[in-house]
């Protein structure tokens, strides 16, 4: 006797059952968003739904002055011309209408603070020095 299973007859392909009249079909598969569009397609002669088919336009709002601009870059560095330059851009822009009038502004806020910043500074450093040398500190046995 042989341990060996018989053959097993081939299984003919099934061929594909066609619906009955009248059923729903499946409803197709949806578009994979990720895919690249096809460039063989015809173009569509009504556009895309939803979308304008012209480029939206963009409105520029008004330039920006240039002396507001270093106006407040000089308020940082030296304050003095940077408060000149922040009134001198404030009256260009009152006259032009430019943008840049809060830059200005920055830069005369920073200008003064800067500036009364180094005037006290230099006050209590004088006044330190005046009282050192008013107290006799020195250690000269004269």
């Known amino acids: 006797m042989s341990d060996t299973p018989p053959p097993v007859p081939p299984v003919p392909p ?13 409803p197709p598969a949806p578009p994979n968003p990720y895919a ?14 939803g979308v304008p088919a012209y480029a939206p336009q963009y409105t520029v709002g008004p330039r920006t002055n240039t002396l507001a601009i270093v106006a407040l870059v000089l308020s940082f560095f030296v ?12 009256s260009q822009i ?8 809060g830059l200005a ?6 200008g003064y603070a800067f500036t009364a910043f180094w005037i006290i500074y230099f006050v209590v450093i004088i006044v330190i020095i005046v009282a050192a040398a008013a107290a006799g500190s020195s250690s000269y046995g004269g």
């Open 14 to 26: 099934v061929p594909p059952v066609e619906p009955p009249s009248g059923a729903v079909p499946p």
């Open 94 to 101: 009152k006259r032009t209408g430019e943008g840049g009038r």
């Open 36 to 49: 690249s569009p096809n460039p063989y397609a015809p173009p569509n002669p009504y556009g895309q739904p």
């Open 79 to 90: 304050t003095v011309a940077g408060i000149v330059c922040g009134h001198i851009a404030l």
């Open 105 to 110: 502004i920055a830069a005369l806020i920073i």
